[in-house]
């Protein structure tokens, strides 16, 4: 995987790109980092894959305020300005399917198909149990596999509460460049105002909103009143999986939203085939 550096309004972006073919752009989650998407990219095979860090995350600096999310959504633009990338398929995860939301919202053109996972609206969403949603309030479970793992259950659900070992490898990724407190917090504050419910009905792409029905943060009606309120959106539940189930359910959920993602490429060079 290669990465670089660019400059964005005072802020040091991390960008890393792999593989080649049609460009696909993953936006992560609250304090996630590049590294952390796991075995995921490699069950979308073929595919240029964009990342990066937001500011106060892995690599990228650290902002001195909040950055809202359509500030974000903006940044997301330069990075693919940066990329050379008129336009891309986008998964937007968590925190990062809120980005995802603005950027088509405000910016269609750049948008081709959408991926929602595990995300919601903002403001107006049902919230998760009391307990997971503690648990997001400190990155501390980036810094102490203690914590995590006495966490990673109530937090989490699916294979990662499951199954240790699954556990053990997420603390290895989390803990190699894990947010910085201020950073963490920012982006906490930046998400506290925002939401989608005014503009949903506006996101005409073509849609994969993707859940699992054992995540304790984001409950099942989150997904399904996006699926509802987008117009060409789809609901796909993933069976016992919980809010990481891109990392843990890497081939299951990696499938799932490739063959959403490659249907719709076939129809695209369908058209052209036809107007050829």
Avoid: K
């Avoid at 894959?49 to 650290?62: F, Q, W």
């Avoid at 909040?66 to 968590?94: F, H, K, Q």
């Avoid at 980036?142 to 199954?163: E, I, K, Q, W």
């Avoid at 998400?191 to 005409?204: E, K, N, T, Y």
Wanted: proline share 7%.
């Amino acid at each position: 995987m290669a990465s670089r550096y660019m400059n964005w309004c005072g802020h040091r972006i991390h960008i890393a790109e792999a593989g080649v073919g049609d460009p696909l752009l993953l936006i992560a989650g609250l304090g996630c980092n590049t590294d952390m998407w796991g075995p995921f990219p490699s069950y979308l095979p073929e595919r240029r894959m964009i990342r990066y860090d937001a500011p106060g995350t892995g690599l990228s600096s650290t902002p001195a305020y909040p950055i809202s999310i359509a500030e974000l959504a903006r940044l997301t633009v330069a990075v693919l300005d940066d990329c050379g990338i008129s336009s891309t398929d986008v998964i937007g995860y968590s925190y990062g399917g809120g980005v995802a939301q603005q950027l088509a919202f405000e910016f269609p053109e750049r948008v081709e198909r959408l991926v929602l996972a595990a995300t919601t609206c903002g403001v107006g969403m049902v919230f998760g149990s009391p307990r997971a949603m503690t648990v997001l309030a400190t990155p501390f479970r980036y810094y102490s596999p203690h914590y995590f793992d006495r966490t990673a259950a109530m937090a989490y659900g699916g294979r990662t509460a499951r199954n240790p070992r699954i556990r053990h490898q997420m603390m290895l990724a989390r803990r190699a460049h894990p947010p910085s407190y201020h950073g963490y917090a920012m982006q906490l504050v930046a998400g506290l105002s925002w939401s989608s419910l005014a503009f949903l009905d506006r996101i005409f792409h073509e849609t994969l909103v993707i859940c699992g029905d054992d995540d304790p943060l984001v409950p099942i009606f989150n997904p399904e009143w996006l699926a509802r309120r987008i117009p060409r959106a789809q609901l796909d539940i993933v069976p016992d999986a919980g809010h990481l189930f891109l990392w843990d359910d890497a081939e299951n959920t990696g499938g799932r939203i490739g063959r959403f993602i490659e249907r719709g490429r076939r129809c695209i060079d369908n058209a052209i085939r036809l107007r050829a």
